[in-house]
């Protein structure tokens, strides 16, 4: 279903950046039959859609009705979405604005899934990996399961932080910390006096980093990060890290455009103060994981256990 979603909203998008209202709106709507799942993101799409075609008050209603049926949008995509901005004036936004926002907040509060696959045998240490935007922890589960053949514990969270009912990202780093910190601090008192690595993919990379940079929770001892969406200025001070013997991997795609420049900068950021990091820098591939990840974590992970020095 996800595979689906993802190439119409590729599809719808290019259709928008052309001007092609009419043919993106119908896109829409052959899509939301066979994606019930999708309803809010696809909605919203068709909402910023007719905004553009400057039919703002047919946006509204949508949203409306959208949201009559249940669907929600996180306060920050109906507040600061250029697109949404005719729809702002207009009478019913601020009562759309209010209910959704208030259903938003309220599925902040429910526990993060936290999924668990052990190896056999005896676990030589523990992954932490988080997922990238618009995934699941599902997702991040089935990217980075080869740890577990490596003999690790492996541990998927799932951010709280929703943009809408299905969408899921990392984008407050508080929330984030407090979702990370209960999941670890569930884990059974066998697991967590193993080694830790923690991993992510995008934005759950860049909330891995800012995890292993922090040394809380769980003090790790490495990183995994691919196509980690981070610049310089949102990682904390990496000397600390660099003190404690932690080191890492940076996974990047060569044709990534979406963060690449980011991601490198961090990279360069990171090294200049020490910290044990290498660059994977991968050709060809863009904002994704490589097709040999695989064997890639297999190899990064091999010296992360190692008694640090």
Known sequence: MRDDYEQVNDTVLELYLAGRYDEALGLV??????????????????????????????????????????????????????????????????????????????????????????????????????????????????????????????VAVESTQRNTPYYRSWPDPVVADRDVTRAYDGLPASYRSLPLVVGGFSAGGRQA???????????????????????????????????????????????????GEDATASYRHLSGAGLRVELDLVPGLGHDYPDDFADRLRAALEPMTITRQ
């Not at 935007?133 to 690790?152: I, K, P």
């Not at 991997?249 to 455009?257: I, K, N, P």
């Open 29 to 154: 709507d052959q899509a939301l039959g066979r994606i019930p799942d999708r309803s809010a993101d696809l909605v919203y799409s068709a909402a910023c859609v007719l905004a553009a075609a400057g039919r703002p008050g047919e946006a509204l209603d949508r949203l409306v009705a959208a949201e009559a049926r249940g669907d929600w949008w996180h306060r920050r995509l109906l507040e600061e979405d250029d697109d949404l901005v005719p729809l702002r004036e207009l009478d019913g936004f601020a009562g759309l604005l209010e209910r959704s926002a208030a259903r938003a907040d309220a599925s902040q509060s429910e526990p993060a899934a936290v999924l668990v696959e052990a190896p056999d045998g005896d676990p030589r240490g523990v992954l932490v990996v988080l997922h990238g935007a618009d995934q699941t922890a599902a997702h991040a589960l089935a990217a980075w399961r080869a740890a577990v053949g490596a003999g690790f514990v492996l």
């Open 209 to 259: 980093l800012r995890w292993a940079l922090t040394g809380e929770p769980g003090d790790p001892v490495g990183f995994v990060v691919v196509a980690p969406a981070a610049d310089p200025g949102v990682l904390p001070e990496p000397s600390g890290a660099a003190g404690r013997g932690v080191r890492g991997l940076v996974v990047l795609g060569e044709q990534d455009d979406d963060v």
